[in-house]
């Protein structure tokens, strides 16, 4: 036995589409019979569901504006973080424009510093500095492979640096003017006065044997004199800044931050006595044998 529900939805599913099929065609010919009456009736609608459709789109349109800020800020974090690394690699350059315009600058400085009386010369770049309370000395990267022999002057733009004590291949060990072992033959530029600069581990080196103490006062240019033909005479090496028993000189150069240096070979570095080569070492040797070939 069928059920009543049953029986009526049936009945509503056989006659749902020949009524929506009459419907239509009923809108159609009013539609071509009044299109005026047609034409309001659709305008009617369109105005009742225009607030439902603003108030769909919202939600939508907002949604969009959504989207496209976040592409704006993703686009602006990458450009950003392009121009970051760009801005640190112009840095980089720009500091290495800078150490090679001073480089620059340095080395015209060193080829106007060099005199006349010099038989060649080899610029050179402090590799180490071996300052500290009890030694004053630097190292450069040069050695006999650029010619360059114990006791030669090394120089700046400013004055004198010291000279060289221990010349391998490729390094090469500068004694400054103010390591304790150093002794310079000086004199005083406006009296002619000589005198030794004497190192002491110091900052200002000392003046001693001076001829006539009374003749130095303080501001006094302290130039190299020439004598026991280690050093030519008339390079620079500091001017009088202390008086007293002990007078003082402040060098030209400032010895704690050297870069770039000259090493000038005047043709005197003969004059320093060589140091002695080692002797072999016969410890182990075997004891020769005589003729018979018994020990």
């Given amino acids: 036995m069928i059920r009543p529900s049953a029986q009526l939805r049936a009945t509503i599913q056989r006659t749902t589409p020949p009524l929506l099929i ?5 809108m159609i010919i009013l539609g071509k019979a009044d299109q005026t009456r047609f034409e309001s009736l659709r305008t009617t609608l369109t105005d009742d569901a225009a607030p439902v ?4 789109s919202r939600p939508i349109d907002a949604a969009a504006s959504l989207v496209d800020r976040v592409r704006g800020v993703v686009r602006m974090y990458q450009e950003n973080t392009r121009l970051a690394e760009e801005n640190a690699r112009l840095l980089q350059w720009q500091q290495i424009a800078l150490k090679l315009s001073a480089d620059n600058r340095e080395l015209r400085r060193l080829l106007k510093s060099v005199p006349d009386t010099a038989v060649s010369y080899v610029t050179v770049r402090v590799i180490a500095n071996s300052g500290g309370g009890y030694v004053r000395t630097v190292m450069v990267n040069g050695g006999t492979d650029q010619a360059l022999a114990r ?11 010291g000279r060289l004590t221990e010349v391998g291949g490729r390094a090469a060990r500068v004694l400054l003017i103010t ?18 600069l004497a190192g002491d581990n110091s900052e200002r080196p000392r ?11 303080i501001g006094d240019r302290i130039l190299t004199s020439g004598e026991g033909g280690i050093f030519p005479p008339g390079l620079p090496v500091g001017v009088v800044t202390v008086l ?4 003082r000189v402040e060098p030209y150069v400032e010895l704690s931050q050297l870069e770039q240096v000259m090493v000038v070979n005047y043709g005197l570095s003969g004059a320093l006595p060589q140091p002695a080569p080692a002797r072999p070492d016969r410890r182990n040797k075997p004891a020769a044998a005589d003729e018979t070939g018994l020990r």
Avoid: F, M
């Avoid at 003046?207 to 006062?217: D, Q, R, S, T």
């Fill in 244 to 247: 007293g028993p002990e007078a």
């Fill in 53 to 56: 459709l603003n108030a769909l």
């Fill in 22 to 26: 009459l419907l239509s065609a009923a």
């Fill in 151 to 161: 006791g030669q002057a090394v120089i700046t733009g400013e004055g004198l640096v």
């Fill in 207 to 217: 003046l001693l044997y001076v001829g006539n103490p009374n003749a130095i006062k």
């Fill in 179 to 196: 390591d304790l072992n150093s002794r310079i033959p000086v004199a005083v530029e406006s009296s002619h006065v000589n005198a030794v």
